[in-house]
């Protein structure tokens, strides 16, 4: 049972933990989205998502959960009966598909499996072989898995036989490296909840000219609340207009967590995050356990651990969450009870690692496991001691 | 010029102030929406919004803005090529005709003009001349000109002619009443950031098990996001979930709003409405000014003000806000510089009206009308003096 005077920390990924200046910035007044005051917040929000998305394109934001980014995609890219191509390694690779088969596109599926990367090789030998594909879509970090995909390649792969490449990266972008320009990478889509420490409920969508273009020409019926042509149109008008009425307390938010981004250094917010997954999976390898994808050193979003087979997996998060007031998150789909997922996206430092890492060994020992107290902990420290970049989050 | 030490008041009907504890109940820690804690509070508002709407349906939320939840009514309603009615009245009523014409559908258009009413009478010409009409889209509030319509009436001549009606009560819901079983009206959407004292970034569609019937036997290419199936069998779940990740923080915001609305009862947050609009038009006549719509007692929600000829309307807001910090809105549209609007649905009460029409008397002073300075907050302070209900919004 949870008390409610059990001190509560958030391991998840997505919704994430949030700075304080994050969370306080929303108990201020609400503006209205026409005033100076909130246009301000506007612009400023999306200039500083350019920065974050490593692009010159405009990031077009949406008032919806990171699946309605995703939808965009899908909606303004695809045209029922056409081909596409899905490469997936994940459930959340597998809502491309879904997706897909909603707007009546013909898609092929290319599954890596749960746990395994899409390789570039595999996308190669598809794309060849398969007819001409103009859009693959595909995910940077496989938050149901941990995998981080290898998308500069995967992009230079998708370039070389003329498709356009869509990249998930609701859970990566802020962790992990996704320079998209710089990539060529045509269209990256994100949202709020994961590494850009804000609340879930703004998506977003970067898209290059080329893609912009193709949703132009798009025929048939299109989307509207999706429709990347008008949301491009009011934000690149002076002032920039939001077509819709935009979430205004999430953007007072994301201007604040984006100016911690900024305040920290985009690579050194990355080389945080490698740190925390280089700790935990020191601490998974000190333990015995398994990590369910590759031993991968840029898998730096989710750390997933497989349950070793004593244990009765289910239990684990709960017994977390009841017992030490940690909440981590278990296997979805078809890794129900199979694996855990301990996030590190976002607003983490050294210690939230080191407090989970302590608190999954008690619950393995509890639930029987043979674990020996401090062994994890004791790797992440060393990890930590001996880092040369900082280890805590910006305050 | 806007100084930051000038007081603001929020006058706009959305995005709408908030109560004190709605604002604060958001910087709170982050929740789970997996974890118990956040499963309660998205389960008690999914139940306190079927009181709000007078419903046994299940009331549908997305993570968008009220505009998202008209699509998914058009999306989940219409196929393409199939004839459509759109009774409007305003800006917000020919989003309707947009939403149409985005999926396809075959849409007439009976355009009552900006400003006045849909009269049933005509509803029902159209219905009988015009051929089979399976969906009538309309509006409850049509914020851009005040005007309120008779829903009651205009459901029973859709119905009278075998057509489903769908209402956008996007700004009405809360503020006037809309029982949406006792008058039969099929589908109520509407948005968190108006009567229902939310930030904007939740839309709300409640359809009648008759509408979701032809939501699902609806062929062809299905909206995803917004697919009324998919968020009511993860609604229908016990305990509730949604398909998407929610927008936490402002579910936090909702259930401590809704909680207001209970604790005020229906009745009495309606009641209270109605003495703010009669205040604003008891007003606006002692000024000699001109009310857009038509003299109504039911046009509750925002108050529509004709701009004298002397003075250039654009001028107006500007001043407002920039010398008295007091936020209202001009006309929209064909209306820009014609009208000014000021807004009283949700946390608003007789000061918040009494400041604003103070304010308006020594704007157009200012600007070269004739204008006797207190001559509408007399006329305002008569009308909350005599009444019998409360005037202030609740603690």
């Not at 201020?28 to 974050?52: D, N, Q, S, T, W």
């Not at 990171?66 to 191509?85: C, H, I």
Request: net charge negative; with cysteine; charged share 20%.
């Amino acid at each position: 049972m949870t008390t409610p005077f059990i001190k509560q920390y958030l391991m998840t990924a997505g919704p994430t933990p949030l700075p304080p200046a994050v969370s306080q910035v929303m108990a201020e007044p609400v503006l209205y989205h026409r005033a100076p005051a909130f246009i301000e917040v506007y612009a400023r929000c999306l200039e500083r998502l350019k920065k974050v998305f490593q692009t010159r394109n405009d990031v077009l934001a949406f008032a919806a959960s990171g699946s309605g980014a995703m939808e965009s995609a899908v909606a303004n890219l695809t045209r029922p009966g056409e081909p596409a191509l899905v490469a997936s390694c994940g459930k959340f690779g597998e809502r491309w598909l879904e997706l897909c088969e909603a707007y009546g596109a013909d898609a092929t599926h290319l599954d890596a499996g749960w746990g395994s990367k899409v390789e570039p090789a595999d996308l190669d030998r598809v794309l060849g072989e398969s007819g001409h594909f103009e859009v693959v879509f595909t995910t940077l970090s496989e938050t149901s898995t941990g995998v981080v995909n290898d998308v500069r390649a995967l992009t230079d792969v998708a370039h070389a036989h003329g498709a356009l490449i869509v990249v998930d990266a609701v859970s990566g972008l802020g962790a992990v490296p996704i320079p998209q320009d710089e990539w060529g990478v045509d269209v990256v889509v994100a949202g709020s909840q994961k590494a850009l420490m804000c609340p879930p409920g703004l998506a977003f969508a970067s898209a290059s000219e080329e893609a912009l273009r193709r949703a132009v020409d798009r025929a048939g019926p299109r989307p509207f609340y999706f429709d990347w042509q008008r949301t491009a149109a009011g934000q690149r008008k002076d002032p920039p207009d939001s077509p819709f009425t935009p979430a205004v307390t999430l953007f007072m938010a994301l201007d604040v967590a984006l100016r911690s981004i900024e305040e920290e250094g985009l690579a050194e917010v990355h080389a945080r995050h490698a740190l925390l997954g280089t700790a935990a999976r020191a601490a998974v390898g000190a333990l015995e356990l398994e990590l369910l994808g590759p031993e991968d050193e840029g898998a730096n979003v989710v750390t997933a651990i497989k349950v070793p087979d004593a244990v009765d997996g289910a239990r684990i998060p709960k017994m977390m969450r009841d017992r030490f007031g940690i909440t981590i998150a278990g296997g979805q789909g078809q890794l129900k009870g199979r694996i855990v997922r301990i996030a590190h996206c976002g607003y983490f430092g050294a210690f939230d690692v080191i407090s989970t890492i302590a608190a999954l060994e008690m619950t393995l020992r509890e639930l029987g496991a043979d674990v020996e107290l401090g062994t994890g902990v004791a790797a992440a420290q060393r990890v930590f001691g001996e880092a040369d970049v900082p280890a805590a989050a910006p305050a």
